[in-house]
């Protein structure tokens, strides 16, 4: 199956300053690479996602970049702000029809105002 | 639209008892996913139908947990007897499905379970 490690487990920035959260995952297979925001106490929701025939993507102040080669994804947040401040979540899914998420183990990210 | 419901929120019981919970998904996703989160931990896919079928059970511990959809709309997760480890927030997630390759998985507020 496959196995995805996240880095850093908490992460604190300066409001204004740029925020990286890096994954790697294990099986060659995996084809979409979902970013989740958990809030707290709040269920997770979607901000970004990836497909393996793209490198990069950028959404306003969220980009997601990708290297098949290495087998690493990376969320970048810009100019940070407070409301950023949550729980990250990255996961992989293996190509096939189950489809299934297996989700990295989180980053707290803390934005100081 | 709306979104995906759970019921309970919140549940507390003593281990060795018996515990259930219910998820409405988003109205026409075919996909149905039950996860469960430890405390400072991703989610852990437990079961995923497809309408009424079983597509993944390969980390459900069928000795105590079972899942349905029936008519596959409605699911309930069941625990049955508990142990403190299941103590754990049980998210439900659904998708549209079918022929939607990267279809997104919608989740609900997810049921705080507390086994004492």
């Known amino acids: 199956g496959e196995n995805v490690e996240q880095h850093p487990s908490t992460l604190s920035v300066q409001e204004g300053d740029s925020a990286v959260i890096k994954c790697t995952y294990s099986?060659?297979?995996?084809?979409?690479f979902p970013w989740y925001k958990q809030e707290l106490g709040k269920r997770p929701q979607l901000i970004i996602d990836?497909?393996?025939?793209?490198g990069e993507k950028k959404d306003q102040r969220i980009a997601v970049t990708l290297n098949k080669t290495a087998k690493h994804f990376s969320l970048h947040i810009t100019e940070t702000q407070p409301e950023d401040s949550a729980v990250y979540f990255c996961?992989?899914?293996?190509?096939?029809?189950?489809?299934?998420?297996?989700f990295g183990s989180g980053t707290q990210l803390t934005v100081l105002p | 639209e709306a979104g995906v419901a759970q019921s309970p929120r919140y549940k507390i019981i003593e281990k060795r008892q018996s515990v259930a919970f219910w998820c409405n998904p988003i109205?026409?996703?075919?996909?149905l996913y039950w996860y469960q989160q430890i405390l400072g931990q991703g989610p852990k896919l437990l079961i995923q139908?497809?309408?009424?079928?079983?597509?993944?059970d390969s980390q459900l511990p069928k000795d105590r947990f079972s899942a349905e959809r029936l008519k596959g709309v409605d699911s309930t997760l069941k625990i049955q007897p508990a142990k403190l480890e299941d103590s754990a927030v049980y998210l439900c997630?659904?998708?549209?499905?079918?022929?939607?390759?990267?279809?997104?998985?919608?989740f609900g507020p997810g049921t705080r379970l507390t086994v004492t």
């Open positions: 997630a659904s998708s549209v499905g079918g022929g939607q390759l990267f279809a997104e998985q919608y």
């Open positions: 099986d060659s297979a995996s084809n979409y």
């Open positions: 990836i497909r393996s025939n793209v």
């Open positions: 996961a992989a899914r293996l190509s096939g029809s189950a489809r299934q998420l297996t």
């Open positions: 109205s026409g996703h075919a996909t």
């Open positions: 139908f497809q309408n009424n079928g079983v597509v993944d």
